[in-house]
């Protein structure tokens, strides 16, 4: 077959073809959100969109939201290098949301009204909690957001052919503008339906990518899976666990830990919950939600173990991209260049829905909780609160690409695996304890909040990931105490004890009614 790449890592298929579709998609998209966005006057249309989503195309845009650049371009990378040790991430991200499931959505669905502080606000102190929440979102946002964006630069580079910062940060700056329009124009609603759009999109590609497969080696995943190892430096070792974790164990267990209850507590995915009408349809979106993303993780096992089997392990570390470029490789070598313009245009598509998702979270989280809660004390003009909700999201997403630039050439699915870190350490343990917990209190909620978060921040800091390892943010530097590179196994117990603490040693009296109130609203969705 003719191949136009080189092997030390060049461009890789037609640079224009691959713009050509990317900017077909963003034709479409934008004229999507504009033609829905025309209801957004009050805070429910651009907040949840009204609540006038089923649950199936709730469960499709969750699976846009949450299916980001690192479970396309990430987890991919890391079958096709370590095998099976790199198809664990898909199982943590998927099991999560048994999670979400069976605990939250349903309690979030009928407690709350826009954002995860109603829901921890309800029988708390309003300005306390409210603050601690929009803090916890902003910073969990703002990490998951910087990882997306360094995706994009790593994706640019490999497929326009710009390998200078200077190229890939204005990229990343296109991408942050292209997303800034979505939620000022299109809100939830509008939002929602790029999510939809790139989730279809991401689904049928990733089902394409297999079959093309499978179909090379005869439909035998035997054959696959020996050439695969064949083709890799670890040989068959990619084949069984231990390739990436053997010798660091517990680091493996506190990355599990981190993403299976990192979901339930992100707050982007929370919000999802509040654009259908009932905790019913929010149920069933899970369940849509799961359907999707489970043939999809099962599509990157394939993926990975085929990338591995037609490009090779080697080059694939030596490309441009490293291990992010493995799927738009892989779709080179069996489609050629157009299917390399689909798959890029796609994982483009990708980090652009998901940071659309994102902005608006942390800008509805900001505007709902902090400027109409705290400082208008509920009584904010829904025209003001929409407003400052726009103006919140030109920062947020200003302060993405920033990030986003300095951070070019990061691993990007281990990114995303410390703010799921940060969103089970910070989030999960106060939302479980104020919807099945009577006792629980203001002073927990805080120490909760406040103790994951600090001490999770604190970890990372202190571990492998900022210094003292060829991979670190800084290489040459060294001052790292902690040895893991997920902090979820402290940082997570460390969060439901320091809540628990917190409830205990308050003395703090618990409002009775208010929590009657909840725990009636929690369990049927009726409001006074």
Known sequence: M??????????????????????????????????????????????????????????????????????????????????????????????????????????VRNTGRFTMGDVLAYRMRQRPVRAAAATSTLVISFFYMV????????????????????????????????????????????????????????????????????????????????????????????LEPGAQYGHAQLDFISLSLALVFGAAGLPHVLMRFYTVPNAGQARRSVVWAIGCMAVFYLATLVIGYGASALVGSDRILSSTGKENSAAPLLAFEIGGTLLLGIVAAVAFATIIAVVAGLTLTASASFAHDVYANIFRGGKAEPAAEVRVARLTAVVVGLLAMIGGVLLIGQNVAFLVALAFAFAASANLSTLLFSLFWRRFNTTGTLWGMYGGLSSCLLLVFFSPVVSGAPTSIFPEADFHVFPLTNPGIVSIPLSFLFAYLGTVLSKEQVDEAKQKEMAVRALTGIHR
């Open 2 to 107: 003719t191949t136009n790449h080189a092997e030390s890592g060049g461009q890789v298929g037609s640079p224009l073809l691959n713009l050509a579709v990317f900017g077909g998609f963003v034709a479409i998209t934008l004229y999507v959100v504009y033609r829905v966005s025309s209801r957004n006057a009050s805070t429910a249309d651009y907040y949840a969109a009204g609540s006038a989503f089923t649950g199936r195309k709730n469960g499709i845009a969750i699976t846009g939201d949450y299916l980001s650049a690192a479970s396309f371009l990430g987890i991919a990378g890391a079958i096709a290098v370590h095998g099976y040790d790199g198809f664990l991430y898909s199982i943590g991200f998927l099991v999560a949301w048994l999670v979400a499931l069976l605990l939250v959505a349903e309690g």
């Open 147 to 238: 990882a997306q964006m360094a995706g994009a630069g790593g994706l640019v580079a490999l497929l326009l052919n710009v390998h200078g910062k200077g190229g890939q940060a204005l990229v990343i700056c296109v991408v942050g503008l292209v997303m800034i329009f979505y939620v000022l124009v299109g809100g939830m609603r509008g939002t929602t339906w790029v999510q939809v759009i790139k989730a279809t999109l991401l689904v049928m590609t990733a089902v394409l990518m297999t079959v093309f497969l499978l179909g090379k080696f005869g439909f035998s995943m035997s054959a696959l899976l020996e050439e695969a190892a064949a083709h890799n430096a670890d040989g068959q070792k990619v």
